[in-house]
């Protein structure tokens, strides 16, 4: 399935270690542009530390990732950013002492200077944009609301929206739909099914559902390695997948 | 409601502007004699280090216990200007070493040190006001923000720089007045500071650049700048993974509270006529923390008045019971920290503002509470 373009995401090799426990092990896989990767596996297998380490969070010990031929692993957590990557975290992370557009306001993409802070104006373009990313959380109508008041569902979508208006290219989002109602979980498909058309998107999941419902492609990880990767069909059908994971 | 609108001032905030105004310039001035004045424009040199710990710690959540460093750094500066000018050779002619700060010639130095001469300029000396305690700040944060140290272990090493400074002050006798400090400063391009009419001239000033510094804190704030601070404070990590460099924006804050509380430390040594370690270590840091917490560390207003109140109370008490002060000091700040967590700001806008408009509107009172705390944050208090 090579794309002519070439992959978005390239990860090589990627290991780190911590104290000796090789919490990812020579992982390779690779992404392409507008393409949906779902990661699963059982707990502990290592998913979120994969996030972490495309996004800077954790540092590699040994390997490559790289994002549009650029090395992300010697890069710090806000060039990532402004690379092209955005990660969403697994429990809500939203400023709870700000409004809704205040948590929106700082994630517009200006102003990331010590001095552009301070000069940064909240003008027209910047309003109407916000107001724009709120209609599609859901939430235009809590603009002025502090986020310590929102439910836990939609803390959740403002924290996507909060990467929505950074306008990523490639997306991370760590269980979006965890801890959600029925009700918040049909939206947040909804609005993902909307925010994965133009760009890609990386999702750890545990919802089989949910799962088929978005994945281009699904890589299963077991233990920091590798242990399946193809569609949901294929993946499915792998007795090593049935073993360790569907089965029980 | 408010959301296109990011004015300098809210409507209730100018009226405390307004309301700080007539305090410092009108009421203070027409209740007090002289000495009690000057009294008070101490305590007002020491607001300007709680507005830098109210942007520092109460907006970025970064809790310094080192700020009298900046203090004693810009108060020095001053002092050393102050003291070039009150050692020409004709007022130290009994000197060995006539022309020379008469702490020098006591230990036996003979020549002025090359690090003292600019300071016979009072331009240098201004700017080193400010820049001194700037560059130290900027050292520290780089040192400490880019390795990622924060909370209480930021709060610890900001300590001992505190205590090394004061034992580096106290040693090197010669060339800092040692444990005296610097004193016996009399004069200012000519103009004698030690008068009651000086005093009051200075008092005024301090009152001016006080509010200067009032404004620009509020403009910090009210920036985005501002916002990101408070988001640092809640979700470090968000904000970094928004594309902030989170320790840029912590060097930058502590640097302008370091600069604040450098012109707060110039204006001590002016009105109070010397500079000395004790206003440096550990415990004139501390206490400048409790300034903030008691008037309340949201709140750069509250900072100001929680600076006099405590100052006030600790002059009132210590007259007259002195061995108790600093068991009252102590008792207050756990009574704020425990009952009070936003201090006098706080006890103002939540309780007592809502019963006034409340009055006024003549509807129920509704609670709007100014900004809590993060858990992390109070751990780190």
Sequence with gaps: MTAPQGYLLKVEGLTVSFDGFKAVNDLSFYVEPNE??????????????????????????DGSVKFREKELLTMREDQIVHAGVGRKFQTPSVYEDLTVFENLEISYPKGYSVFGALAFRRDAVVQERIQEIAEMIFLEDMLSEKAAFLSHGQKQWLEIGMLLIQDPELLMLDEPVAGMSVAERVKTAELLNRIIADRSVIVIEHDMGFVEDIATRVNVLHQGKMLSEGSMAHVKADPKVIEVYLGH | MTISKTSLFTRQELIGFIVLAVVIFVLLPL???????????????????AIGLVLCWGAGGILSLGQGVFFGLGGYCMAMFLKLEASTPENTSIQSTPGIPDFMDWNQLTELPSWWVPFYSLTFSLVAVVIVPVIFAFIIGVAMFRRRVGGVYFAIITQAFAAILTILIIGQQGYTGGVNGITDLRTLKGWDIRTDEAKEVLYYVNGVLLFVVLVIAQFVRKSKLGRILIAMRDQEDRVRFSGYDVAGFKIFIFCLGAAFAGIGGAMFTLQVGFMSPTLVGIVPSIEMVIFCAVGGRLSILGAVYGALLVNWAKTTFSESFPELWLFGLGGLFIAVVMLFPNGLAGVWSEKIMPRIAGLMEGRKPTAKPLVAPSPKEKEAA
């Design chain 1, 36 to 61: 949906c990767r779902v990661i699963i596996g059982p707990n502990g297998a290592g998913k979120t530390t994969v996030l972490d380490l495309i996004c800077g969070r954790t540092k590699a010990t």
């Design chain 2, 31 to 49: 209740a007090l004699d002289n000495f009690r004045l000057n009294l008070f424009g101490k305590y007002l040199t020491y607001a300007f280090v």
